[in-house]
Each structure stands twice: as C-alpha cells, then as structure tokens.
C-alpha cells in the first residue's frame, strides 16, 4: 500500500523541533506580555477580497502565493497568507477603535503560501507578529523594531543586522516612481526578466533585487529617504533616536522595500547570513493606510510578523532541554497503584515526573532515565509497596536512599 505523506512545503513539528518551537513560543509570549500586548487569535482563513484589498493586488503573494478556493458555498476564501490584514478586520468589525485609543496585539499563528519550498521557506509556516494601532508616533516604530531585537537577544540568535529605511507615505512614493522608473527606462534591457516585467509596476523592487546586474546597474540610482518630504524625514531621524536609545544596533539600508504594498514610513527587517537567501528572520513596518483601506477609518499603525520556522533553524540546541526531574522505576505488576500514588503526588507539587506504564526489569528502566536525561530516580518495589517507602538516587551515583512517602517532598 503506498503511504500516504504530508503535503509538499509541509511538516510535523515534534521531538527536538517541538521542544524549539515551544521554547520560542514561550520566550516570546513572556516577552510581548512584559511590553504591555494582548493575545489575537483570527480565524485560519478568510474572505479572499481581505487579502486582495488589504496586501494589494500586483504583489506576488496576492497574485501568485494565496491558497485560495470556493468553499461548498461558493464563497472565494483564503487561508491566511500573513496576520496583518486579518487584525486590520478584527479591529474594524469589532470596532475596537471606539473601545480604545490605543490597540496592542501580538499572534502566534501558521500562515500559508504557495511558494517553491526550500531550507526555510515552507507552504505552511509560522510567524509570531504584533501590531500596535492607533498610535502615529515614531516611539512607537522604535518599540516595535527594539521588541524584535530583544526577542533575538531573548532567544540567544546571534550574528543578526537590523535594517531599517523609510518607504514615505503614497504622495512621495507616486513621485519617487516616477524619478525611478525614468532612471531605470534606460538600463531597461540590463535588467533581469523579473525586473523587466515589474519595473513599471513595482519599479522599487527593482532597487530590492538580488541579482548581480539589477545591482550593478543601479548602484547610483536615486534614493527614496532622499525624496522624503520634511515631516516624513524628521519621522525618520526620531524613530532613529529612539532606536539609539533604546541601544538597538541597525544599519540603514535605503534599498529596503517590503513585499506587500500596505507600507508607509518606516519599514524594517532583521536579517542573518547563515540561512542563505532565505534570511530574513523579521520583517514589518509602519502601515498608516491600511486601515483606511479596509474601513475607512483613519487609525495609524505599525507592526512585524517573525518567521518561527527560521528562528528554529537559528536558535542553539542548548536551549532546548526538557528532561524530567525524576524518574520512576517500578518492579511488579502488583505496585502499578502505589508507583502512581507516589508520581501523581511528585507531579501535584510540581515536580517533572516520568513513568510508565508496565512494568520493566531494574536495568531496562535504569537505561530508560538515563536516556531521557533524568536527575534521579525513584525505586519502588513490592517491599517499599508493603512500606510506605520508596528508594531514592542519583542517576549518576549508585547509593540508594530509603526514603518515606510522607518525606518524599522535603527530600526532592
Ligand atoms: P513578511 O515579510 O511577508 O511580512 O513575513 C514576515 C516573516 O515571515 C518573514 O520575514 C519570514 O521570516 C517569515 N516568512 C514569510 N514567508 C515564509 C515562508 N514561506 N516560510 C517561512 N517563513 C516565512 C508580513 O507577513 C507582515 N504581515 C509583517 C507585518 C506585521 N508588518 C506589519 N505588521
């Protein structure tokens, strides 16, 4: 029979990769709590036009990345292809706007595109975001990107650049087209084909391409912060303060253009080099339209959605132990209840218990707690049964204490 497997771009997340994936989980839920957001959960799909109105229509995700079908009610739907656009539609039906100035959350959430699967790049993947709305300020953009950087610290993932720029609001992007597209008209026939088909419709990923020629030929080609209108630039200049004093390390990178055209002002990723083209571990900006966009509403915003997946291929190993405090070995069918009494009891008291569930000679259990990393281990037989006592030891010593169950807590 031939087995039936998981679908390409997908994976099982389970022993070592389940234990990274919870610790980042943790790590991060810890820390966005500390900084003040609440939790969203949005549903796994949603109404396709979400997506189309909100991402942009002409960017690879929309045009060729959503999962997108007609459910058994002829509604076009999408699985999620990233979390921004979905708390956009929270916000707005839920009118939390009216309920409060000032809307922090953050997601843990598994996201969906159709992209060619390689190291790091999957069909189903997850991202950790936040969004912060209703608040214009450049402290907020610094506290979004200095958020970012401590969670890397948090994890331990080293080796990390921060680069930021400012993509300027649709006034001075329509201009700084224009500029573009006449200096690249030119040099059209240099460019790679990816660029010769979007260079009209998306001239600034031009700017964002990793293409040695697309490079080469636009290394004098004007900048977008030098086209900035006063207020943007001061914007710019003080996220830039805050980010000092924040001691967050960046680099600005005038090139940086994000995928999705809901972005104004600043934008920024955090990038390593240790996982090839596929290394950009944080990405997001300030998107002031969005909500416009989608509601009619004028509510600033900014936020950034993290690659979970890569930061597991990041995160050290040392950080991932999960071993039980204490092992227990139990001999004879006939003590099956008093070697749970003892375990449930352990457990109750947050002790870290292993045990199993049919008996096993002395030795097999002794390699079993060795191989699981336990500390020390509990013996029990039918003469500690009749009792009330257990034997306790190290793993790694071979003297056994007797120890009675009613001492068990203080002794552990
Ligand atoms: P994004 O740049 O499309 O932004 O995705 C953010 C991060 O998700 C990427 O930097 C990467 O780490 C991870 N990622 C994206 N696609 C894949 C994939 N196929 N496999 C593995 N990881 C992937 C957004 O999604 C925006 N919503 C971020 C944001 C939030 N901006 C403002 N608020």
Redesign the pocket.
Known sequence: MELIKAMRGTRDIYDVEALKFNFIEDTAKELLENYGFGRIITPTFESTDLFKRGIGEGTDIVDKEMYTFSDRGDRSITLRP???APVVRSYLENKTYAKEDLTKYYYINNMF?Y?RPQA????E?Y?I?V?ILGNASPMADAEVISMGYRLMEKLGIEDLKVNINSVGGNETRAKYREILVNYLTPKKDGLCTDCQTRYEANPLRVLDCKNKNCQELTVDAPMLPDNLNSEEKAHYETVKEYLDMFGVEYVENPRLV???DYYSSTVF?IITEKLGSQG??????R?DNLIKQLGDKEVPA??????L??LMMLLGEDKIVNTPDIYISWMGEENIDYAFLVANKLRDNGVKVYIEYAPKSANAHRKKAFKLGAQREVIIDSESKANRTMGLKELSSRDVEVVAFDELLEKV
């Open positions: 990233e979390g921004t595109r992209e790091g790049r999957y069909r993947f991202q975001g969004e994000r995928g999705l990723e950009t571990v944080l990405g997001g900006g998107y900014v936020g950034f959605g993290s690659g997946d890569r």
